[in-house]
């Protein structure tokens, strides 16, 4: 059974920083998608960062140039480092993983429970 559990959301000003990181267990084959979403009150939840088994990395637009998505595959962690924050970047975030990248996350996917991150000043 795989199990993904976020960490590192919090409060932030705007312009602020924070590191998002997702522990991974459980059989992954050496395949698939991992990513970020993102689910805002109100709002339908959204792809945001995502990277394939080759390395190669997806962005949503809005966050083009200020998230960037890692992964430790020694220590099976992916991480979202999250810059220049902004007061709609506030939500619930969740790691993923699926089976193909769409570009974001597909296919027999997991799921975290979720990281909220509020930036307000």
């Known amino acids: 059974q795989v199990q993904l559990v976020e960490s590192g959301g919090g409060s932030v000003q705007p312009g602020g920083s924070l590191r998002l990181s997702c522990e991974v267990s459980?059989?992954?084959?050496?395949?698939?998608?991992m990513g970020w979403f993102r689910q805002a009150p109100g709002k339908e939840r959204e792809g945001v960062a995502s990277?394939?088994?080759?390395?190669?990395?997806r962005y949503a637009d809005s966050v083009l140039g200020r998230f960037t998505i890692s992964k430790d595959y020694a220590k099976n962690m992916l991480h979202l480092e999250m810059n220049s924050l902004r007061p709609e970047d506030t939500a619930m975030y969740y790691c993923?993983?699926?089976?193909?990248?769409?570009?974001?996350?597909?296919?027999?996917?997991?799921w975290g429970q979720g990281t909220q991150v509020t930036v307000s000043s």
């Open positions: 993923s993983r699926g089976a193909w990248c769409t570009p974001f996350p597909s296919g027999n996917l997991y």
């Open positions: 459980g059989y992954i084959d050496s395949g698939g998608c």
């Open positions: 990277i394939d088994s080759r390395g190669g990395r």
